[in-house]
């Protein structure tokens, strides 16, 4: 695993689609003894010139002790997925409910490893490379 501090602020690049995450805060819930939520900042900008929609890639976390957690539907605004017009950025705020005892929070981008017809070489993504996670500092 590759760790990037939040405080870096550095884009992971799949392609002409880059992700930076800008922050990580708590959500204030009413009576939530099911653990934390978590709302995830990020950044996404298209260095290409045309608009652009990276389909596949998922961001989920992880913590100290393994666990992963994927994003609840429906609550993160616009879509990691969503498409960018070329050379602009949009924020994404994908949201996560985490157990009460969760601590070393990271963020996992990924497009998944077996990609259909694409030999993809250079990114968290490729064959023998580490994955690139974003430390929240949680």
Request: hydrophobic letters at 40%; charged letters at 20%; a positive charge.
């Amino acid at each position: 695993i590759y760790t990037l501090s939040l405080h870096d602020a550095l884009p992971i690049c799949f392609g002409q689609m880059c992700f930076a995450v800008l922050r990580a805060e708590a959500v204030p819930t009413a009576g939530n003894e099911r653990g934390r939520v978590v709302r995830v900042t990020v950044r996404v900008t298209n260095r290409g010139r045309g608009a652009v929609a990276e389909r596949k890639i998922r961001a989920y976390l992880i913590d100290a002790q393994g666990r992963r957690w994927e994003p609840l539907p429906g609550l993160s605004g616009n879509p990691l997925t969503g498409r960018v017009t070329g050379g602009t950025a949009m924020v994404s705020e994908p949201v996560f409910q985490v157990a009460g005892d969760s601590s070393g929070l990271r963020l996992v981008f990924t497009r998944g490893f077996w990609q259909t017809g694409t030999l993809v070489l250079g990114d968290s993504d490729s064959l023998g490379h580490r994955r690139t996670v974003v430390e929240l500092g949680w």
